[in-house]
């Protein structure tokens, strides 16, 4: 760091915070410079600074409106929704600040990167219309099945691990009128045992997050129509960690345990369940790209509207979770994309 840099982050605000956070900086370790108590120099004659909180967020600033509408749900229910899943640590995996920080993150009923189009049009080969039906394992909030629904005209069950995204995710599809071409639940990816067939079943990062990943696989399998598909997006190990720091950062800063596969073991079970695996491809650098190119929006958002210091505490999480997958995607795990065919 030069010393400019010094200068400018010894009184940071909370975008100097955040720029600091991301380039890896510790602010509390920056050598001070040595004055006498009460001294000020020239510099310390311009105008004060805007107060900031304990997060370095300047008050008073009021946040940006939530996405979904307070008024359409009990605060109190959701509340009890965030305690029925907790991390290793005992805090609630999801709460109402981290969907708030996450669609700051990633936009409007996201839970992560790739866009409600980016989904859309990965789907399109498959022919999706009125008379097709598709299962959708990762709902999250629900944008991405609710693009589905309404761009291709076809119907969408929507299922999501999390019982406080469910509920949000189905209050949002009630809402907008599509409670019933694209219903979103509740689900465990460990008990799964889902009634119908479908035309296409979609997963995009559950089998990771698996420890049964063979009956996860085998209920996936026994969805799928006869002449339907499976568009999987996983995180597969691949060869020896760069570093096994980065490794053991990046399992630790998981909300919950994760049980990678090689892709090769992911391949193969798939075709082991005599499914027809059409394409195995790595999309590593593409996902990391849009990772990054988010958190340089955001830095621009967060020029014009800063939340309050609730969901800015949930996104710095947020962000440290993101920035510690970063450290090992490309370095001992891949991510990649999966399309296998049932055959008739």
Known sequence: MVPRDIERWHNPDWRTRLEAWWEGYDLSKLPRPGS??????????????????????????????SPLPAASVDD????????MQLDRH???????????????????????????????????????????????????????????????????????????????????????????????AHYDPEHFNQAGSFDLVMADRIVHRVRDKE??????????????????????IDGTPGSWDNWNGWREEEPLDVYPWTGTR????????NLDLRIT????????RQIV???????EALKTSVPGSRVLTALSRELK????????????????????????
């Not at 491809?281 to 990391?288: K, W, Y």
């Open 266 to 273: 992911l391949a193969d079970e798939l075709t082991q369940r």
């Open 76 to 83: 109190a229910e959701l509340d009890r929704l965030s305690l």
């Open 321 to 344: 979770l993101w920035w510690a997958r970063l450290q090992v995607l490309g370095n001992g795990l891949r991510f990649c994309r999966y399309v296998a065919m049932k055959p008739a």
């Open 36 to 65: 006498r108590p009460g001294a000020r120099s020239a510099r310390d004659h311009r105008p004060a600074p805007q107060p900031v909180d304990s997060l370095g967020t300047a008050l008073p600033v009021a946040g940006p409106a």
């Open 215 to 236: 009956m996860l696989l085998d209920r996936i399998g026994e969805c799928v129509k006869p002449k339907g598909g499976i568009l999987m997006f996983d995180y597969v």
């Open 281 to 288: 491809e790595d999309l590593t650098q593409l996902h990391r």
């Open 90 to 184: 005992g805090e609630p995996v999801w709460s109402p600040a981290r969907t708030e920080g996450a669609q700051f993150l990633w936009g409007e009923d996201q839970t992560g990167p790739g866009d409600a189009q980016w989904v859309v049009d990965a789907a399109r080969p498959f022919g999706l219309n009125a008379a097709k039906s598709v299962l959708d394992l990762s709902a999250g909030l629900g944008g991405p099945a609710r693009a589905l629904a309404t761009a291709c005209d076809t119907w969408v069950t929507g299922l999501e691990p999390s019982p406080l995204l469910a509920k949000m995710a189905m209050d949002r599809s009630r809402t907008l009128g599509l409670s019933k071409k694209a219903p979103i």
């Open 293 to 299: 190119e988010r958190v340089r929006k955001l830095g």
